[in-house]
């Protein structure tokens, strides 16, 4: 029997799944990603407060896929996909045919038609992009503590990250322990614990999408730590050295963006699908395509309302449960019409805010507090890819609970 061959484009959680989810004797798969390595987003964001170094959160794609012989993993950049002659063609000139494809891409940093911010802001969606983080909030501190002018200094520590969702909750949060706890020993002209860290949101509350009581929990967790909140604040404009919030203007050169994404730019190579204005593709109830039952869409390029009425998110979960239904939606059906409905099961939700504070929604039930920080640890820990980045986490999870000491603060040039 012939292989059918299957073409992945991207090794998040949603292609990764599906890759690892096919018979090795009818399928031939590759898994095309512009990295060569898997990322566990959730815990970007300690990577760039120095909580965890890169390698840490990151493994190798073709380690995981070592065992699956019938997975071809390459390193590209996906250019054009080209629906009609069934073909996708990369950054380098290279052409890859398929019978079956599976679009999972993800998102990038979204400024909401304002994309001039790009250039004074920072955005959380890769290693790169945490990695500058950390290096630029490590060199403000020992910039402060070399100068000896006070209004130098002030600028240099102030911080501010825009976005009040679960990114910018749990990025605020760990800055101001940053400053606040961990450096306040460490410095002797300046003192880490006076910087201002600025949680701006556009909307009436933090965690929208959090019910109850939880975001007024938060809220008030965050102003403990030191943080100041900004809500019904949307941003006006963002320049170099500044960000005007309402009729605020906040001097900073850390402006760190957690405000939105939207899809990768390869989604507007389709022509003719329909996409939603953050550029996600509308798929059809099975996942597909409209118009090529052998083309599929999942994780944070896909806008769907699933069959039961769920807006199904862009979180790991339902990116998972997407990779696994594709993957069995082409081995039990192939192209054939009609086909089972994608239905998105909903695990919870939670968001960290600092050390023993964190807030979930599991099946109805709310935790906040320190049974809402452990089962988050334990969550993370469990879809952490691979025993040894557990083990690893854990321990520096410990040793930081213990000791306040994040060890990954080594400023590269």
């Known amino acids: 029997m012939k292989q059918q061959r299957v073409l ?17 004797d009818q399928f031939s798969v590759t898994l095309v990603d512009r990295w060569n390595h898997h990322l566990f987003q959730p815990l970007l964001y300690q990577v760039a407060t120095a909580g965890l170094a890169m390698t840490d959160i990151a493994q190798p794609l073709r380690s995981i896929l070592s065992h699956r012989k019938n997975v071809t993993t390459l390193m590209g950049e996906v250019r054009t996909i080209d629906l009609a002659a069934r073909q ?9 045919d398929y019978d079956y494809l599976v679009i999972a891409v993800g998102a990038k940093t979204g400024y909401f038609g304002h994309n001039d911010w790009a250039q004074h802001t920072l955005g959380l969606k890769s290693l790169d ?11 403000a501190f020992e910039r402060a503590e070399a100068t000896e002018d006070p209004k130098e200094t002030a600028h240099l520590m102030t911080l501010v990250v825009v976005g009040g969702g679960p990114t910018g909750v749990e990025m605020a949060g760990s800055l101001a322990e940053l400053a606040k706890v961990v450096l306040k020993d460490d410095f002797r002209r300046i003192d880490p614990s006076s910087a201002k860290i600025h949680l701006v949101e556009s909307g009436p509350k933090l965690l929208t999408t959090f019910p109850g009581t939880l975001p007024n929990y938060t809220e008030k967790r ?5 943080v100041t909140v ?8 963002v320049g170099a050295g500044y960000a005007l919030i309402g009729d605020q203007r906040i001097e900073s050169d850390i402006i760190i963006w957690a405000a939105g994404v939207e899809a990768s730019e390869v989604t507007r190579t389709l022509g003719g699908v329909p996409l939603d204005r953050a550029g996600r593709i509308q798929v059809q ?14 994780g944070d390029v896909v806008s769907l309302t699933d069959a039961k ?4 998110p862009g979180v790991s979960p339902a990116a998972i449960q997407m990779g696994r239904f594709i993957a069995k939606t082409i081995i039990e059906n192939g192209t054939t019409l009609p086909r089972n409905s994608f239905v998105y099961f909903d695990k919870g939700i939670m968001a960290t805010i600092g050390r023993s504070a964190a ?12 049974p809402a920080w452990l089962m988050w640890l334990f969550i993370h820990l469990l879809f952490l890819m691979g025993m040894r980045n557990r083990i690893i986490v854990f321990l520096h999870w410990v040793w930081s609970y213990v000791t306040w000491q994040r060890g990954a603060r080594v400023i590269q040039s």
């Open 8 to 24: 992945i484009l991207g090794g998040g959680f949603a292609g990764l799944e599906c890759a690892k989810s096919f018979p090795e």
């Open 88 to 96: 996708v063609h990369l950054k380098d000139h290279d052409t890859l």
């Open 129 to 139: 992009d945490a990695m500058a983080i950390r290096k630029k909030v490590l060199l």
């Open 222 to 226: 965050l102003e403990k730590l030191g």
């Open 230 to 237: 900004h809500l019904n604040s949307p941003v006006k404009e």
């Open 285 to 298: 109830p099975d996942l597909s395509l409209p118009g090529h039952p052998e083309v599929f869409a999942a």
């Open 309 to 312: 009425g769920v807006r199904v």
């Open 359 to 370: 807030v979930a929604s599991v099946g109805g039930v709310h935790l906040r507090g320190l």
